[in-house]
């Protein structure tokens, strides 16, 4: 198991790895409420203190809120930083809303939600579903002004396509307000590297911190079914499908395993952002992190054993055609 010392580090003192409560939704399967505090208090006791939420999660900030409460005589307020984000409320790009009212309305809101009266980190949720202007016209500047007011600590904005997240933090650089935080999901994985690229050019944009989300792809990485709606081409589904069958014929490791290793040996970035709805699911997490600092891993492992080795090149040769390969954000349906 990871350890505190081994998880926390850089500028803005977070840990490693971070607990991605949108899973508590319910749309990775069954998230009962018992489950979300075991999964929070196992997260908080092994060293991690950044939890991330978000009001477009469904019922994820509620169930967050109630567990941070009832763990709150074991981890007090200050020991742990709490993510959430303001402008997506729903699918569609309608269910935006970026405006000064809306924004202030929704911090107060995740704030009750959350049982607390102020946010570590606020990020503009999906930022590519809107014209730019009204992320740095409208939108950080009202966050900007909560953080002077001492609501919010840390701004920041989230998204999938790495060209719009740079040009905003370009244009926030060039304004004199650098961001704090930038969160992007889905790009350094087995199947994506494309983050490897972008990360240099963030930080020359005066990014503190930056945060890769989702080291198994939204699910498509798992040993699972893939989830009916993710947004992966039917080509990338496919190979993915491979590289299951392929892991199966060996009964010491899982692709997610594989996955997991994968992601957080990169170690360029501040925050690997982990979905994890049970306590076990958890643990499984840390136990990746730190097998993968321990053995310093580069493009698909060194692995003991022989046979998981010649896995992990089988699957490298399955999945290099998709390397820079991104799906459509927003898609053609929203």
């Known amino acids: 198991m990871a350890n505190s010392t081994n998880l926390v580090a850089g500028p803005f003192p977070l840990s490693k790895i971070g607990l991605g409560c949108g899973v508590f939704s319910g749309a990775y399967g069954l998230a009962p409420q018992a489950d979300a505090v075991k999964a929070v208090r196992t997260a908080l006791s092994n060293g991690v203190n950044l939890v991330d939420t978000s009001p477009y999660y469904g019922d994820s900030e509620t169930k967050l809120g109630r567990a941070l409460l ?6 007090p307020r200050s020991s742990y930083h709490i993510c959430t984000k303001v402008g997506r409320y729903g ?25 607390t009266d102020y946010l570590d980190i606020v990020l503009c949720h ?14 950080l500047p009202k966050l900007f002004e909560l953080k002077q007011q001492g609501l919010v600590r840390k701004v920041g904005i989230s998204g999938y396509p790495l060209d719009v997240l740079l040009r905003i933090c370009q244009i926030q650089q060039g304004r004199g ?8 999901y889905c790009n350094y994985n087995l199947h994506c590297q494309a983050l490897t690229a972008a990360v240099p050019k963030l930080r020359a944009a005066g990014v503190e911190t930056i945060i890769a989300a989702s080291p ?13 709606w993710h947004p992966a081409k039917s080509e990338l589904k496919a190979a993915v499908k491979q590289c299951i069958d392929l892991v199966r014929s060996s009964d010491k490791i899982s692709l997610a395993e594989i996955a997991e290793n994968y992601a957080f040996s990169y170690n360029d970035v501040d925050v690997h952002l982990v979905g994890a709805k ?9 136990r990746a992190y730190a097998h993968a600092q321990q ?32 799906w459509p954000s927003p898609p053609a349906n929203a």
């Open 278 to 286: 049970t306590a076990q699911e958890v643990e499984h997490a840390l």
């Open 216 to 228: 198994l792809s939204m699910g498509l990485l798992s040993d699972d079914e893939t989830p009916e």
């Open 126 to 139: 999906d930022v590519e579903f809107v014209d730019v202007s009204q992320i740095v016209d409208i939108a």
């Open 295 to 326: 053995l310093q891993l580069h493009a698909y492992g060194k692995y003991e054993d022989d046979n998981i080795q010649r896995i992990c090149a089988q699957i490298k040769t399955i999945l290099e055609p998709f390397a820079e390969y991104t």
């Open 177 to 184: 307000f650098p961001l704090d935080v930038c969160l992007s």
């Open 91 to 115: 699918y569609h790009i309608s269910d935006f809303d970026y405006s000064r009212k809306r924004i202030s309305e929704s911090i107060l809101e995740s704030m009750h939600r959350l049982h």
């Open 70 to 75: 009832d763990l709150k005589d074991e981890f």
